[in-house]
């Protein structure tokens, strides 16, 4: 029973390049979310996605786009990755009162 | 909006000793709160929750936390602290409306466990 699964663990860009993470979980949530970590800031939300088929931005959206691309996977794509979005990404899901967290994507934008 | 406050950057902790750790936190209606602890490079696991009920949660590891409407606060304390508990510790406070369960953390704090 994996819980989240995140995508990679670890990577580094170059300013200006395009990735995805990638997030699935398998405890057949409806709501998902992105995160990202930075120290002494805590964690912040970017996108989440109360159900199948909607996205919403939360507190940093800018610089990102997502897609739920069904109920399993939510991905979070930075389109032109600039030195301010290197951080800890988190991906969550959640049912209810359930919050499930992946173990987190590290990148690093040079 | 929902916020969370901690106030504590940093506490230094002998092994033994009781630790508390402070949350304060900012909703329009009844909270769910909750307290995670993130070791170094890893993620975050749940340590307690509060949603209604009985104010005095008891969590994993030994911590228990007490949910306080009157001063807004869901402070953290452990009785006896064992070096393992070094790690940094994040509130969070979030609320059900609809479906929509987002979370609002507070910027930490980091917990060092001295011999």
């Known amino acids: ?110 | 909006a929902q916020s969370v406050t901690q106030p504590d950057i940093h506490i230094t902790v002998s092994e033994g000793a009781s630790l508390e750790l402070r949350c304060n936190y900012s909703y329009g209606a009844t909270p769910y709160l909750f307290w995670y602890v993130q070791s170094p490079g890893q993620g975050l696991q749940l340590l307690l929750k509060y949603f209604s009920g009985d104010t005095l949660v008891q969590g994993i590891k030994g911590f228990e936390a007490e949910f306080k409407r009157s001063q807004s606060s869901f402070n953290l304390r452990k009785p006896s602290v064992h070096w393992s508990d070094a790690a940094e510790y994040f509130c969070a406070v979030g609320g059900a409306i609809w479906d929509d369960y987002k979370l609002s953390f507070g910027a930490g704090t980091t917990v060092t466990v001295r011999a």
Request: aromatic residues 10%.
């Open chain 1, 1 to 110: 029973n994996a819980g989240v699964t995140q995508t990679p663990k670890f990577q580094v860009l170059k300013t200006g390049q395009s990735m995805t993470l990638q997030c699935a979980q398998d405890m057949n949530h409806n709501s998902m979310y992105w995160y990202r970590q930075d120290p002494g800031m805590g964690l912040r939300l970017i996108y989440y996605s109360a159900s199948e088929g909607t996205t919403d931005k939360g507190e940093v959206p800018n610089g990102y786009n997502v897609s739920r691309l069904n109920k399993r996977e939510f991905s979070l794509r930075l389109e032109s990755a600039a030195p301010s979005q290197t951080s800890v990404y988190f991906c969550a899901s959640s049912e209810t009162r359930g919050y499930t967290f992946g173990s987190g994507t590290r990148l690093t934008v040079v």
